[in-house]
C-alpha cells in the first residue's frame, strides 16, 4: 500500500516534513484549536482562579501573567507547585492528542477531538517520565559542562561562544530524540524505549532535523522582538500576537514531530500510513 499518486513509500526530506506539516495544520486547523482551548482554558482557569483566591497579585504582562502574593504561605507554595505541574500535564497532554490527530490525518482519516484526547491522556504517563528525565539529563550535562568550561571560557572571554556552542549542541540532541512523543503515542513506547526507537529512525537523517530545529529557534527568536516593536504602537496588537503564536508554536511543532515520524518511519520501514494508523483502532 501506498500513497495514492506515488510510486512507493514517501522519502524522508527537509522539504516534505515542512511541506507536510503545514498540510496538515491547514485541513486541521480549527480541530487543532479546539484540542488547544479544551486543555488551555481550564488549566489558565484553574491558575488566575487559584491565584484570586489566594489573594495574590495578578498582573497581565503582554506575554503571561505576573503572581505576586502578599505572604510565603505553605498554600500558596502548594499552588504555585500545583500550577507548574498542571501546566507542564496540560501542555504534554495537547501535544499528545495533537500528534495523534496529525497521524490520524495522514492515514486519511478524519482526526476525532475526543479520540485525540483520549489517546493523548492515555500516553500522558509516559510522555511526562520521559520528558522529565530529558529534562533531568539536560540539566545534569548542562550544569557540568558549564562548571568545567565556563571558568576557562570566562578567561578566555569566550562565554558567548560557550552559550553558542551549549545551543548548537542541545539542537543536535533534540533532533536525536524528536520523535521520541510519536513512538509514545503510535507504538505505545516504554518511558526508555521511545528514545531508542527515535534515534533508531532519525539515523541518517539528523543534519536535516538539525537544521529544521535551527530554523525554528530563529523563528522563536524573531517574533518575541516583532512583538516588543509592536507593543509600542498597539500593546493589544502585541498581545494578540503573542497569543496567536504561541497556540501556533504548540500546533507546529506537534504536527511536526508526527510528520516526520510518518516520513522517517515510512521512508525507512515501507510502512504505510494505514499501517501506522492501525495503533489507534
Known amino acids: 500500500m501506498s500513497i495514492a499518486g506515488s510510486s512507493g513509500p514517501p522519502r524522508f526530506t527537509v522539504g516534505g516534513v515542512i511541506a507536510t506539516t503545514f498540510s496538515v495544520l491547514f485541513r486541521n486547523l480549527v480541530r487543532f484549536v479546539a484540542i488547544i482551548l ?17 489573594s495574590g497579585e495578578l498582573t497581565s504582562t503582554g506575554a503571561g501573567f505576573d503572581v505576586r502574593f502578599s505572604g510565603a ?53 509516559r510522555t511526562f517520565f520521559a520528558s522529565l528525565l530529558v529534562i533531568i539529563v539536560g540539566v545534569l550535562i548542562g550544569f557540568m559542562v558549564m562548571m568545567f568550561m565556563g571558568l576557562l571560557l570566562s578567561v578566555l572571554m569566550l562565554s558567548a561562544l ?17 520523535v521520541f512523543v510519536p513512538a509514545i503515542v503510535a507504538e505505545r513506547a516504554g518511558v526508555l524505549e521511545c528514545f531508542g526507537r527515535s534515534q533508531e529512525l532519525t539515523r541518517e537523517h539528523r543534519w536535516g532535523l538539525f537544521g529544521i530545529m535551527l530554523l525554528l529557534t530563529a ?56 499501517e501506522i494508523a492501525k495503533v489507534f483502532d
Open 38 to 54: 479544551i486543555v488551555g482554558v481550564p488549566v489558565i482557569g484553574f491558575f488566575i482562579g487559584g491565584a484570586m483566591l489566594l
Open 73 to 125: 504561605s505553605g498554600f500558596e507554595t502548594l499552588f504555585v507547585i500545583a500550577s507548574m505541574l498542571l501546566m507542564v500535564l496540560g501542555y504534554l497532554l495537547v501535544l499528545n492528542a495533537l500528534v495523534h490527530g496529525t497521524l490520524e490525518s495522514l492515514s486519511g482519516r478524519t482526526a476525532s477531538i475526543a479520540g485525540s484526547l483520549s489517546a493523548g491522556l492515555s500516553a500522558l504517563p
Open 162 to 178: 560557550l552559550s553558542l556552542g551549549l545551543s548548537l549542541v542541545a539542537l543536535m540532541v533534540l533532533a536525536r530524540i524528536l
Open 219 to 274: 523563528v522563536n527568536w524573531v517574533i518575541p522582538f516583532a512583538s516588543a516593536a509592536l507593543a509600542a504602537i498597539s500593546p493589544e496588537a502585541s498581545n494578540a500576537l503573542d497569543i496567536a503564536f504561541a497556540v501556533f508554536s504548540m500546533a507546529f511543532v506537534a504536527a511536526l514531530m508526527g510528520a516526520a515520524f510518518h516520513l522517517l518511519r515510512s521512508g525507512k520501514e515501507g510502512a504505510p500510513v494505514g
